[in-house]
């Protein structure tokens, strides 16, 4: 903030000097002007200058007029800020072509007004592209809108002829003055520059840190996620295991009873026998309805609605929408007909094969391919990411590995060969899991 104010302080005093600059040189030119009319010595002034001079006050009406919407465009999008770009550059334009203008109204005797132009601009202007331009522009502007480069296309009055009609006194005092101030012009756009780049050096320097903090954060919050996602897991596990040790220890333990009840009725009462026989049927078919609840809890809700094949197809489309990266998905194995874990294990390799590609590859371009060959079903995701340079097991591979391997599957992953095809280039998940050839719940 203070270097802020300190770079509104000298812009003021920018302006004030150059406004200052703008009445000396139309005070000099209209003074002069009427002291030769009112005198004998117009016609020695005609004969040296071998033209008419202007209208006195065409210089400093269009001058100063000119200088007044510089100033009000400078100071309205410093109290009214603009965010659309267009706008913005419309504005810088539109400053750079008051800038022309007063030069011109001036007859080209004073460039100055351009580093005042200029030092506005830089600090309004956030894109370096457009930064590099206009300084471009108004440094030319500066360097070459000179009376001294354009006279020969100008029939104007060099200010050295109005000069010329007063003493060397004056003319030495009027030389050193215009020389004091366009000095002044040209110090305090360099301190304004000087503060401007150190400012922004310092809050290039404040960003750098703080997206290091935000780095650290994100791993920070990034380990947080993972502990948690342990820690759910086990959570769960530990749920799971005392609900069915309830459901279905109580279940068995009824059932065993009830058999060697039966048992023991079997040769003395038959139709007793018979009817604990059907209880415990019943008591059987009831625990085992309480596991298959159970059990179905686990499973993705996307495949409680949809087939395999269509709950793979809308992860990829809502993946594709919440990261934007470019996922291309090939299902060759046709029509899937698999037992409930066979899906569970197959949708949750994608799905971890998706979040690792991004997360931790940071890829943007990701392949899916299912396939089928006799009875085994594979799935190959392949991604153009960072791949990894030590290939340790994390939570996730290993919880794939251990699901794929009750069920007689195989895991395999890895870097990408920098040669690979399609240019995918990370890491690769490989699963072939043999399937049972037929739907529905398995325990």
Known sequence: MKTERKLMDIAVKMFALNFSILCFYSLICVTTTYRICGTLRAHDFLTLVRQMPPYPWKMPIQSLCLFAFLCFVSFFKIFHPIEKFPLRVAICIAEIVLCAGIICSLNFYYSGIALLVLADLVHYIRSNKMRLCFIVILSLMFAFFRYEIVEQFTQSIAFSSYLSYYNPMTQSFFTMLESLMVCMNILMFVLYMILLFTDQKAENERIRKLNEQLNQAN????????????????????????????????????????????????????????????????????????VRRSIKALRPDALEHYSLVQALEDLVENFRLTTSAQITYCQEAGELSLASDEEDSLYRVVQEGLTNAVRHGKADRIEIRVTRTGGVVAVCVRDNGTGCDKLEEGFGLRHMRERLEMLGGTLSYGNLEQDAQDGYTGFFIIVELPVRNRKGDSL
């Open 219 to 290: 791993d920070q919050l990034r380990d947080y996620a993972e502990n948690m996602e342990r820690m759910t897991e086990m959570r769960e596990r530990n749920r799971l295991a005392r609900e069915i040790h309830d459901t279905l220890g109580h279940t068995l333990t009824g059932i065993i009873m009830g058999a060697d009840a039966s048992l023991a009725l079997l040769d003395v009462a038959p139709e007793e026998s018979r009817k604990r026989i059907q209880v415990v049927a019943q008591t059987a078919r009831n625990g085992l309805t309480d």
